[in-house]
């Protein structure tokens, strides 16, 4: 007799059991399998339409994996990748055992995404029919399809907002995202704090300093005891990103940023300990504060120090006489910097200076550059803890086979060099430990290691380069809060110092630059970068600049910026002429500060500002206007002492001793820094100086009055004497490119035409004489110009066999011409070099245009 199946007894259905684990193993086998096709395809590879160059498929599926990969390309296009993603969701939702949507709903909607996916991009594709279409077929089809597709029967932006919403739904569909649960979570709760506040606040208190003990120790047992909170999840310690909280199976996963919120504060980190028996360790309550002068770091403490563990200690052990390597490193910590919280926005704001709102030709409608035409920085890759720690103690060894003995307090990482602060014992000179230089680079194997005293600490700093090497790029730093707050338009960012912070400086305080080094140092790259960080600061009525380049390379690009006061100088002669007009409208400009009673320019715009009430009449000659600050930059000063070395020298001192109050400002540039080039009286008036890298410790002595330029890394890499100070700074220069030079300037030279004083670079006799503006131009002039800027080279045989004139005429033409910086000086007999661009002529009539001449 057959026995009856009780009807009580549940059946089993494919979503019992084992069913859902085997049906999400399978999906995300085939996945796998999928993802491995797609990444391996190869065009080459024989398919189901292509017969390939290889009789055996290179795709690591084999010749299915080399059909599949090239139908869903063919079909999906780069859309083909979200389908091995589809399948890992629905995996991953088989397991969860949603057996009320998971057949049917979800896969709706992850075919939407693939579908939706194809027409995005296609639209982002390109128009030509023979090319590849992004989208594939599908996508062509979808977009151009059938009487014209979505484009033809939506256009272009309702084409992209159809497919945006058809996105959006099978992601709705496809997944648990909810937008009006989106919304309830960023709405700030009782406490006023809405889900992004949660979220930062855990954030914040994960950063902070972790403590991984490898030892077990009685006191740390009784320090985890005492400081254990029940309530609090446990953590799993992680080296880079601090504690993460891992939930229980069956916890809501929305209550997990609460939970952090309320508890990140009062979980315990350790510091990473080195395995070694501290000699004396003192216990106490962990403090939250950071260490002082550490402002937006994580600290990973090595082993405790007093000042982080304030409270009653214990001491467990006597120091021994004998020491070892092992306990030198007993209380070295590790820090690491942070500048995202330094950084500011995109486009940071400015503040407008006192006296914009007063000039109304030029900075009324000039606009500052956007950072957004500067390169971005690349990601930042930190070093192990396990590197540095295994520096740190070949450093101690070798120290301890020199007998110098002492303990590495910290370690503190940066862009381009890792900091090993290193405390010496008592009875250890310090110039024991600067002759370790050179042991210490072969220990290390570093190209060069740098040894200097840490100014308010008992440690000395021994600075090693990085094995990777981060470049420092200028936009990181002019979007940083210390240069967009700064209200000074001469502000300079430099770059960043040895810990990582963004530097900058401020050419009114310095007042003038010394800039020296060895060729290809980075001399180059710190003026370039000077001369942008004015551009993203001023507009042309604000700053004016004088650019000297005698080698014709450097500054070629800035040719013709709306800055300037005359064409950029070339000839060496005619900059000493410009360094003596410097010096007279220093003494010019003291005149109009005396008549107004004030002692600086800062004090003079304000009153030329309050008297004239945003007034100014340019027709007016006697009208007092507000004054720009000036800025003379030279690249090569020993071109310049070569030529007339009394002349320069005495206009540069003059500059220097008293050119600061009415806004004129010296930034000298030299690949030579010996004596003759660098004499007493300059050096002397310049208390702001830059060394680069220079081949030997004389070099660096005449530049910055000391050693430790020689074992600088080159590449931007300074030293830096702030004014006021003896200390020198060591500082990586941000790096700046041609391409952006370029497109800042052209962007600088599409708002306004340069206003050129032709008297800047003419000596006494031409301007008594008046040469240069008051003689009548001569009537073939403008085709003598065209011509020669046609030809590229000038000469008076030229002119006298194209325009059928005299020699002395021709020569009268030509000598104007290099009043006027159009052409250079004399080489022999060789035709003069044209210092124009082609484009000269249509801009000089258009200048003539706007200005009714």
């Not at 010749?63 to 780069?78: I, T």
């Not at 995005?120 to 059938?146: H, K």
């Not at 020296?516 to 004016?544: C, F, H, Q, R, W």
Request: with cysteine.
């Amino acid at each position: 007799m057959a026995s009856r199946k009780p009807e009580n007894q549940p059946t089993e259905t494919p979503g019992d059991g084992p069913w859902n684990e085997i049906v999400g193993l399978l999906l995300f086998g085939i996945g796998f399998v999928i993802t491995l096709a797609l990444v391996s395809y190869s065009s080459q590879d024989p398919s189901f339409n292509t017969t390939g160059m290889h009789e055996k498929a290179g795709n690591w599926i084999g010749p299915m994996g080399a059909s599949l990969a090239d139908f869903l390309f063919q079909a999906f296009g780069m859309a083909a990748l979200t389908v091995p993603v589809s399948l890992f969701l629905a995996g991953w939702w088989a397991w969860q055992d949603d057996r009320s949507t998971l057949p049917k709903f979800k896969m709706l909607g992850f075919f939407l995404v693939i579908v939706a996916s194809t027409g995005v991009l296609t639209m982002l594709g390109p128009e030509d029919p023979q090319s590849f279409y992004l989208g594939g077929l599908v996508g062509r089809w979808l977009v151009y399809g059938p009487a014209g597709g979505l484009m033809g029967v939506l256009g272009t932006i309702g084409a992209i907002v159809a497919l945006l919403i058809l996105l959006v739904i099978g992601l709705l569909i496809g997944t648990d995202f909810s937008i009006i649960g989106t919304i309830v979570r960023l709405t700030p709760d009782e406490e006023g704090a809405g889900m992004f506040t949660t979220i930062g606040r855990g954030f914040r208190a994960f950063g902070r300093t972790e403590v991984i003990e490898t030892e077990s120790d009685p006191v740390s047992e009784n320090l985890r005891e005492k400081n254990r909170t029940p309530a609090v999840p446990k953590p799993i310690v992680s080296m880079r990103g601090g504690a993460r909280t891992k939930t229980a199976a069956g916890d809501n996963p929305e209550n997990l940023l609460d939970s952090v919120a309320d508890h990140a504060a009062e979980v315990v980190r350790p510091a990473i300990m080195l395995p070694s028996p501290p000699p004396q360790l003192t216990t106490s309550p962990l403090g939250s504060g950071k260490r002082a002068g550490s402002k937006n770091r994580a600290d990973l403490d090595i082993a405790p120090d007093e000042s982080d563990f304030p409270g009653d200690e214990t001491v467990l052990g006597e120091i021994s006489p004998q020491r070892t390597v092992d306990e030198m490193m007993a209380t070295a910590s590790v820090k690491r910097t942070d500048n995202t919280e330094e950084r500011g926005k995109a486009a940071p704001a400015r503040k407008p200076s006192k006296f914009a709102t007063a000039i109304a030709r030029i900075a009324a409608n000039y606009k500052l550059p956007s950072t957004e035409m500067l390169t971005p920085p690349s990601p930042r890759s930190e070093m192990e803890e396990t590197e540095l720690l295994e520096r740190a103690r070949h450093l101690a060894e070798k120290c301890a086979e020199f007998n110098v003995s002492g303990q590495v307090k910290q370690i503190s990482p940066g862009p381009v060099v890792t900091t090993f602060e290193f405390k010496p014992d008592p009875g250890v000179k310090y110039s024991r430990v600067t002759s370790l230089v050179d042991d210490l680079c072969l220990a290390l194997k570093a190209e060069s290691v740098r040894i200097d005293r840490i100014p308010g600490k008992s440690t000395v700093g021994i600075e090693v380069p990085n094995s990777n090497r981060e470049v420092i790029r200028l936009r990181e730093v002019v979007e940083s809060k210390k240069y967009s707050d700064s209200a000074s338009k001469l502000t300079i960012a430099m770059g960043k110092t040895i810990d990582g912070s963004n530097y900058i400086a401020d050419l009114t305080k310095m007042p003038h630059l010394l800039i020296a080094g060895a060729t290809g140092a980075g001399k180059s790259v710190m003026l370039n970068g000077i001369l942008v960080s004015l551009l993203y600061k001023a507009s042309p009525d604000e700053v004016k600049m004088i650019l000297v380049d005698p080698k014709r390379l450097e500054l070629g690009l800035y040719a013709d910026i709306p800055h300037l006061l005359t064409p950029i100088v070339t000839d060496p002669k005619r900059a000493s002429y410009a360094l003596k007009w410097a010096v007279s409208e220093m003494e010019n400009r003291y005149k109009h500060l005396a008549a107004f009673g004030v002692r600086n320019i800062d004090q003079y715009n304000t009153e030329v500002c309050a008297s004239l009430k945003g007034r100014v009449d340019d027709d007016n000659p006697d009208q007092p206007k507000p004054l720009p600050y000036i800025v003379v930059v030279i690249d090569e000063l020993a071109d310049l002492m070569m030529v007339s070395a009394r002349d320069v020298e005495e206009s540069i001192t003059r500059l220097a001793q008293m050119a600061r109050a009415v806004g004129i400002h010296l930034v000298l540039a030299t690949q030579r820094p010996s004596v003759d080039v660098i004499t007493g009286l300059i050096k002397a008036n310049f208390p702001s100086r830059i060394s680069f890298r220079v081949s030997s410790k004389v070099d660096s002595r005449t530049i910055i009055d000391s050693n430790g330029a020689e074992q600088l890394l080159g590449q931007g890499d300074m030293l830096f004497l702030p004014p006021g100070t003896s200390r020198l700074l060591r500082v990586h220069g941000a790096f700046v490119d041609e391409k952006e030079i370029k497109r800042i300037c052209d962007f600088v030279r599409s708002q306004a035409n340069p206003a050129y004083d032709e008297k800047v670079v003419m000596s006494e006799k031409e301007v008594e004489g008046g040469e240069a503006g008051d003689m009548p131009r001569d009537e073939k002039y403008d085709d003598a110009l065209r011509i020669v800027i046609q030809n590229g080279k000038a000469s008076t045989s030229l002119l006298q066999r194209t325009l059928r004139i005299g020699y002395g005429r021709a020569a009268s033409i030509i000598d104007m011409m290099h009043r006027e910086g159009i052409v250079g000086p004399e080489d022999g007999s060789k035709p003069r070099q044209v210092l124009v661009k082609p484009d000269f002529l249509e801009r000089l009539e258009q200048l003539r245009e706007e200005n009714d001449l």
